[in-house]
């Protein structure tokens, strides 16, 4: 699936997938964002089989959006922006290859737009470590268990959600305020 009419789908992993649904979610243009796994060997895997770190599946986030008003390099910087992409298998305190950082692309397109961008940010030298981020080709997506949906937004108070997604917010809508949705 890579248009629905004229909207486009991005899937992304950077760290826990409950931290980049509450980021994309706020962007104006993103239509939906789906909690859920990529990249693995087990069909329709569960959460408990991913969390062991031998399916291959990494937590994903897939993004539906309409590309006229947030395009896909544009969701690419804010996801750079986000997460720390030189940190293998590991974001913070999330560790295992179900944390990876990946780019599943589902266009030759979004692979070109990728890997130009993650060489431009190699070479800026924002980060003092190598952009160690996979680009690989979308080869399916299992949407996350009903309790993994929409989590931020109906777990806020929880230690989690106040520790490490509410400052992904912050920072969200410090550099990106002009992209939010309702702003």
Same mark, same amino acid.
């Given at each position: 699936m890579?248009?629905?009419?004229?909207l486009? =789908?991005?899937?992304f992993?950077?760290?826990?997938?409950w931290?980049?649904?509450?980021?994309?979610?706020?962007?104006?243009?993103?239509?939906?964002?789906?909690?859920g796994?990529?990249?693995?060997t087990v069909?329709?895997?569960?959460?408990?089989?991913v969390?062991?770190g031998?399916?291959?599946?990494?937590e =994903?986030?897939q993004i539906t959006?309409?590309p006229?008003?947030?395009?896909?390099?544009?969701l690419l910087?804010?996801?750079?922006?986000?997460?720390?992409?030189?940190?293998?298998?590991?974001q913070?305190?999330?560790?295992?290859?179900q944390?990876?950082?990946?780019?599943?692309?589902?266009?030759?397109k979004?692979q070109?737009?990728?890997?130009?961008l993650?060489?431009?940010l190699g070479?800026?030298?924002?980060w003092?470590?190598?952009?160690?981020?996979a680009?690989e080709?979308?080869?399916?997506?299992?949407?996350?268990?009903e309790?993994?949906q929409?989590?931020?937004?109906?777990?806020r108070?929880?230690?989690?959600?106040?520790a490490?997604?509410?400052?992904?917010?912050?920072?969200?809508r410090q550099?990106?305020?002009?992209?939010?949705k309702g702003?």
């Amino acid at each position: 699936m890579v248009e629905k009419g004229n909207l486009e =789908v991005a899937t992304f992993g950077g760290g826990c997938f409950w931290c980049l649904e509450a980021v994309f979610e706020q962007l104006e243009g993103v239509r939906s964002v789906v909690s859920g796994y990529a990249g693995g060997t087990v069909p329709n895997p569960s959460y408990e089989q991913v969390c062991t770190g031998t399916t291959g599946h990494a937590e =994903v986030v897939q993004i539906t959006f309409d590309p006229e008003k947030m395009g896909y390099r544009e969701l690419l910087e804010i996801f750079f922006t986000i997460h720390d992409p030189t940190t293998l298998n590991r974001q913070g305190g999330d560790v295992g290859t179900q944390y990876r950082s990946v780019i599943f692309y589902h266009t030759p397109k979004q692979q070109v737009v990728a890997k130009e961008l993650i060489e431009k940010l190699g070479a800026s030298g924002i980060w003092e470590n190598p952009i160690i981020t996979a680009v690989e080709k979308h080869q399916g997506f299992y949407p996350a268990e009903e309790y993994h949906q929409e989590y931020y937004r109906r777990n806020r108070e929880r230690p989690y959600c106040q520790a490490v997604i509410t400052p992904k917010l912050a920072k969200l809508r410090q550099k990106y305020l002009n992209k939010l949705k309702g702003v």
